[in-house]
């Protein structure tokens, strides 16, 4: 079965579950074919093609001598080329260890039903397969007692949409249950208005626009993929403004008009032009000048109605980070 730059041979998973947490021993193996004109390093690569791992993680398996790559133990920083195959063994416990937050969430607004918050890049929304460290969710718990009653699920308390880990930004969280059914009825009609801030790879000259590909999950790499429009898939709309071109980049503001998993970055792929630093939607054959250890979006504006229908405004500035390198992109 092949799918773009690789495929797998063989994929064994073992897995133990406890109140919807993932307990016992996590083993895999993938057999990958690397099939790109340009050379990549092989922890980066690893890094797009396993979801869930970080670079680091990867960098230990390949000093352990759990990833080959034609059978021949290689380094981190071996140069893959066209036709390699990659032989990946995994091995771990999954149990959730880590007992302190990777990044802690800035309260912006804290109201009688409903949470507004900052989101740090770094930081799990709420739990999920291959997810050991402590999450929103976990905070949520901790810092607001009784929020797991609230919602639909006790993992999730509260919490009606979400940002990826590599993201940050604003996100509103229901403090009561008629508020997380009125913010549920909102995303479910689109009115609930989510603006992003993005850096993209290239220069695109179109002022504006609409992305309208249909996005549906990948059955061999578990990846949200885009189709050619009439394709199958989930119907899905992001509009996007040009703010500002560089010599080799793009500033966008970016609208989502659905909500599906990973829209904006599988969008931004499938258009040509992907978001700078994201790992796993990326163009291969182009070498990324810039460092960054997370996607360059961000959550920037973020409008609701209250429980009284008042609507509610909240702004949020590109985190110092990103600010950083829009300057020195000038």
């Avoid at 397969?129 to 905070?139: C, I, P, Q, R």
């Avoid at 702004?315 to 020195?328: G, M, R, S």
Wanted: glycine share 8%.
């Amino acid at each position: 079965m092949i799918a773009k730059n690789f495929y797998f041979v063989n994929l064994t998973l073992v897995l133990a579950f406890k109140k919807k947490r993932i307990y016992g021993i996590f083993s895999l193996m993938n057999n990958l074919i690397y099939q790109a004109d340009n050379k990549e390093r092989l922890d980066k690569y690893l890094t797009g093609q396993l979801n869930g791992w970080s670079r680091s993680k990867i960098q230990k398996l390949i000093g352990e001598q759990k990833v080959k790559v034609g059978g021949r133990v290689v380094s981190a920083h071996y140069q893959l080329k066209n036709g390699d195959e990659i032989q990946v063994e995994q091995g771990l416990e999954t149990e959730n260890a880590t007992t302190d937050l990777p990044a802690k969430p800035k309260v912006l607004a804290d109201e009688t039903d409903y949470l507004v918050i900052n989101k740090p890049s770094g930081l799990v929304v709420h739990p999920a397969e291959g997810v050991k460290e402590k999450t929103l969710a976990d905070w949520l718990k901790e810092n607001y007692p009784g929020m797991e009653q609230i919602g639909e699920d006790l993992e999730r308390p509260g919490i009606v949409h979400r940002l990826d880990k590599e993201v940050s930004g604003l996100m509103v969280v229901a403090k009561t249950q008629p508020m997380f059914e009125s913010l549920k009825d909102q995303f479910k009609n689109h009115t609930v208005r989510k603006e992003y801030l993005g850096l993209v790879q290239g220069k695109i000259e179109k002022d504006a626009g609409v992305i309208d590909f249909p996005l549906k999950r990948s059955t061999v790499s578990g990846k949200i993929v885009s189709g050619a429009k009439g394709e199958e898939g989930r119907e899905s709309k992001t509009e996007f403004e040009v703010l500002k071109r560089f010599v080799n980049y793009t500033l966008l503001k970016l609208n989502l008009k659905t909500g599906r998993s990973h829209q904006i970055r599988a969008h931004l792929q499938a258009y040509g032009y992907p978001l700078v630093g994201d790992q796993l939607y990326r163009n291969r054959k182009v070498k990324e000048k810039i460092e960054l250890n997370r996607v360059f979006l961000h959550s920037h504006k973020l409008e609701f109605d209250d429980l009284e229908g008042a609507r509610r405004k909240f702004e949020l500035k590109l985190p110092d980070q990103l600010n950083k390198i829009l300057e020195e992109l000038k």
